[in-house]
């Protein structure tokens, strides 16, 4: 049987990791560079063709993946996708991450908004990440900005922002230390995501000293430490 990739091709955050199903007791070979990992008539993997270890590929630039598995001296059907690193055409983008308040009195959080110019439905769409999925119905308006906070602190959150609607309250912990968090749709779409850092070019007041990470422009780059 081919191998399946657990997301359809699209837009991705930089960063992101591939994961990729297969049979058991197959090999997987994939590449990165457009080319067929097998040898045209050949039960051979081809020159630029990688093995898959079961670990996710972690994506650092836009790519056309295609994989095949190997199997008894037969090879599969070729599965293949293209992925968009750091592009995000879906309207969603993270604007701000609590990740590492100064102190208790200080809630997590991660605000969102529609930057498009229509609403946008984010019925069972779910953050990887943090622990939330949007109940149906959730149809974010225009220019609408939507705040989730951690469930732990939605008291907190009442007390210090009392003018700020909360839209969602979520489970775990957003880590000190940075991670990848990031809102796909119900069939695995990716629609926003930022991989932050507590180092490596981010803002170091974030972690811990009070300040929340921002971003400057809702047309910058998410991925770029500079732009938050």
Known sequence: EAP?????GGAVPAGFGLSIENSVGSDVYYTLDGRDPRVALENVPSATALRYDGNPIVLTESVEVKVRSFQRGQWSALSEEQYSVGANDSGITITEIHYHPADSSSPEFVELINRSGKSVDLSGTQFDGIGFEFPDGSLIPPGAI??????????VFWMRYPEVPISGVFSGK??????????TSSFGAFLTGVNYDDSNGWPILADGK?????????????????QW
């Not at 990470?213 to 910058?220: A, I, P, R, T, V």
């Open 4 to 8: 399946v990739l657990i997301l359809l």
């Open 146 to 155: 939507w705040v989730l906070v951690r469930d732990v602190d939605r008291d």
């Open 174 to 183: 957003l880590s000190n230390k940075g991670e990848l968090i990031q809102l």
């Open 210 to 226: 009070g300040p929340s990470l921002e971003l400057k422009d809702l047309s910058g780059d998410l991925t770029d430490p500079t």
